[in-house]
């Protein structure tokens, strides 16, 4: 059986440990489309927030480890939870500045067409 639907990657997003400070700083551009599936990823050595919205800290990630959102990888149809289009990853360090390492993040997205 065949399904019309696949994945697409999204460019990759990363920055490098001295563009992470005490304010939040943009993780690459905003997403081009709804979003099924997230990872962040800390190769840092200190925990790093992440924001959706620039302001407030909704996702911690603990040093030297990954997240993964895995949303509705599964789903055939376009019905389910979604990371909006348009959505911008920020980050900021938890503690101390990290001395080593990045943040980066990769995003999917399911392509309707065969």
Known sequence: MAYGTRVRFEELRELAFGGIGAAYAAVGGATGDHTR?????????????????GV????RVAAGSAKIFDLTANK????????????????????GA?????????????????
Do not use: C, H
């Open 56 to 59: 407030k800290n909704y996702v």
């Open 98 to 114: 990290p001395t080593t390492g990045l943040i980066w993040i990769e995003v999917m997205y399911a392509d309707g067409g065969v």
């Open 76 to 95: 055939v149809g376009d019905d389910g939870l979604f990371v909006d289009q348009g959505t911008t990853f920020y980050v900021k360090r938890a503690a």
């Open 37 to 53: 599936l997230v990872t962040l990823n800390n190769t840092t050595d200190t925990d790093l927030y992440i924001s959706t919205d």
